[in-house]
């Protein structure tokens, strides 16, 4: 099994008239996602590469019966769109949209958890998730993952969850869903709800989880491992070379004064008893010696 | 983007926080112009980008013309922690009974904002938490709710304010949460917040750190961007729309995404390297970017090798390897180069290169064979 999306999601992208949108939607749709519908306000009637467009979300829902939304919209736009894919009843929203204003994430966080509470949010500003040979949303290159299971990987960065799936895919050690929650200050999904569904998916028997430098979700899931998980996890965290208080890149990522250390971080998951490796390459070689004892 | 403290002293006025009259100054003779406007005595103070400065010397009272010469002169060009002192704020000195300290900053771990406020402000705020964190209020604030009256009274009175200062607090409060807001800053913080001896609350510092994410709405911060610091490497980086920060060692390294690049320099120090950058040329980089990183690693004198990571997703790694030799011819590049490349388009990329491959454009199949390759040059290099 996966976790949050399977073989039968009907997606929709909003934004697939635009480059992004077109390129990731059309990309998804080869892998073999249902790329039911697309929205981009003012373009209802068109259609992309045989994919009609409907002017809202709600109109493309009623018309195709979508569950999930890829968001591909630029910043500014961001927010609303994922706000008018909540109204419309969509219960999987994926935000790749990086830049979005803080003010804008925290608002559209906090609107979901009062008016939405069943609708989950990916990202913003995440490579999206991937349940190998069954669905693909988002950016992630379908090719570099393998089908099968048994491992389950979870990620606050894009580039390094494709290097985590090469490093798994290259042992010929397959995936069952890959999720990247993405590295802004307010994921609307955290290590927490992904490693939760991975405990209760029968066919993932233990999971990855690649951290960085910032904040503190890394502890977080910490305790939650150590309190509520039966299965291995083997742990990455990137930035042990970042010098305080300089943002590497990702919004989220920065040490500030003692917080958010990549060494705080890999203590606490050490401790609570999760393989804890050193680049991630180890983290590949270590889950294929976790995988080798779980049969 | 982080604002002076003049910036962020006319930041604070915009939204009706009161701060101490004055001016900023370049030059001894603009110093004193200032301070014969405004009225003595004033402050002299050092716009740099830096904690500490009042310690360096950069801060100091002036009660006539003669200190404003005397400590302006000594100011201007000052070296404070490695930032030269260019400019000058001149104020009026405020008389000052008490010093507290206001902040208004997201909260990642709660998802809200989170409104700080303590009675014992002017001292290093990090030096409070650690030893006497019960004497920070904390205030929890949902984005869609904002602040109110009450809960800001309820705070003011947590907080242990002097009775006489708490209506001016709790108004000053408020338009510090319109700023922080309306004004899209990450943080905006006043340290100290001063009582005066008759009975005037003031903002007597300004730190505002501006969410560059929401410069779209704001056209005005142009202004802002056109001051801001920074090493040369950093500068001609921004100029190209790089992602770079800046470090010591002697691997130039280049990436595509964020944890990448983050988890290359971590490679490389593992294996006995030392790292010059971080430098993420993000999603979509093609030839023209790769060869305006690699221009940006090679203004870097201490740069002896560099290191190229990529992991292909909507990268394509033909236009790296384009890139690259684009590079060689532009800028004249002669450090050796290890490339590692995986994901799209990487067989197209190495036939690319395969004719180049020589001491100075090395291929490695692994991000952990390639940091090694790229350590042990750069290291070799260095003796």
Not at chain 1, 6 to 21: P, R, W, Y
Not at chain 1, 128 to 149: F, H, V
Not at chain 1, 200 to 205: G, I, K, L
Not at chain 2, 61 to 70: H, M, T
Request: charged content about 25%; hydrophobic content about 45%.
């Amino acid at each position: 099994m996966s976790i949050f999306i399977d073989e039968n999601t009907k997606v929709i992208v909003q934004g697939l008239t635009g480059s992004q949108g077109r390129f990731h939607g059309l990309r998804n749709r080869d892998y073999g996602t249902k790329v039911v519908a697309g929205v981009t306000p003012g373009k209802g009637g068109e259609n992309v590469d045989g994919i009609p467009v409907f002017n809202t979300v709600a109109e493309a829902v009623a018309k195709t019966g979508a569950t999930a939304s890829f968001v591909a919209v630029p910043p500014r736009a961001a927010a609303e769109a994922i706000l008018q894919a909540a109204e419309a009843g969509i219960a999987l929203i994926v935000c790749i949209t990086e830049h979005i204003p803080a003010k804008d994430e925290a608002v559209v966080y906090a609107r979901l958890k009062r008016d939405f509470p069943k609708t989950r949010l990916l990202g913003p500003n995440c490579p999206g998730l991937i349940s190998p040979g069954k669905s693909n949303i988002g950016i992630t290159a379908g090719e570099i993952a393998l089908a099968g299971g048994p491992v389950g990987i979870v990620s606050r960065s894009g580039t390094l969850t494709y290097q985590a799936l090469h490093e798994l895919s290259q042992q010929g050690v397959g995936q069952t869903t890959c999720v990247g929650i993405g590295g802004d200050p307010v994921p609307g999904t955290n290590f927490i709800d992904v490693l939760e569904a991975f405990e209760a998916d029968p066919e993932t028997r233990a999971g990855i989880m690649i951290g960085e430098i910032g904040g503190s979700e890394e502890e977080r899931a910490a305790d939650f491992i150590r309190d509520h998980m039966t299965k291995p996890v083997v742990a990455y965290i990137a930035g042990v070379t970042a010098p305080a208080g300089r943002k590497m890149g990702h919004a989220g990522a920065i040490v500030s004064g003692s917080q958010g250390t990549a060494q705080a971080k890999m203590d606490a998951l050490s401790a609570a008893g999760v393989i804890v490796a050193k680049n991630p390459t180890e983290a590949g070689e270590k889950m294929v010696e976790v995988v080798r004892n779980l049969q | 983007m982080d604002l002076f403290e003049y910036q962020g002293k006319q930041y604070f006025a915009k939204f009706g926080i009161p701060v101490s009259p004055g001016d900023i100054a370049d030059t001894v003779d603009e110093a004193v112009a200032v301070a014969d406007r405004i009225g003595y005595p004033v402050v002299v103070k050092a716009q740099v980008q830096v904690g500490g400065r009042g310690k360096a010397g950069g801060v100091k009272l002036a009660s006539d013309v003669a200190e404003v010469k005397l400590h302006a002169s000594s100011i201007l060009g000052l070296d404070i922690k490695g930032h030269i002192v260019g400019r000058l704020w001149i104020e009026c000195a405020s008389d000052i009974s008490k010093e507290y300290y206001a902040s208004f900053t997201l909260d990642r771990a709660e998802k809200a904002h989170l409104c700080m406020l303590s009675a014992k402000g002017g001292v290093d705020i990090e030096q409070v938490v650690e030893e006497d964190p019960d004497a920070i209020a904390r205030l929890y604030i949902n984005p869609l709710d904002g602040v109110n009256a009450d809960d800001l009274a309820k705070l003011v009175d947590q907080a242990g304010i002097d009775e006489e200062a708490k209506a001016g607090v709790v108004e000053i409060l408020e338009k510090l949460y319109h700023c922080y807001i309306d004004g899209d800053a990450d943080l905006v913080e006043i340290n100290p917040l001063i009582l005066t001896p008759a009975g005037k609350v003031h903002a007597l510092d300004a730190k505002v750190t501006l969410d560059d994410d929401a410069a779209f709405r704001h056209p005005e911060w142009n202004e802002f961007s056109l001051t801001q610091e920074g090493d040369a490497r950093e500068l001609l980086a921004r100029e190209k729309g790089l992602n770079y920060v800046g470090l010591d060692g002697s691997v130039g390294i280049i990436a595509n995404g964020a944890g990448l690049a983050m988890s290359t320099l971590d490679v490389v120090n593992q294996v006995g390297g030392t790292a010059a950058n971080f430098l993420d040329c993000g999603g979509g980089a093609d030839a023209d970017l790769l060869a305006d990183a690699l221009e940006v690693i090679n203004s870097d004198a201490k740069v002896r090798a560099i290191l190229i990571n990529i992991f292909g997703g909507i990268v394509r790694c033909d236009e790296v390897a384009k890139g690259v030799l684009i590079a060689i011819d532009r800028v004249g590049l002669t450090t050796p180069i290890v490339i590692r490349l995986d994901g799209t388009n990487a067989p197209l990329a190495r036939e690319i290169l395969a004719p180049h491959i020589s001491d100075r454009i090395i291929m490695e199949e692994t991000m952990i064979g390639a940091a090694r390759r790229a350590a042990e040059i750069a290291n070799k290099g260095s003796k």
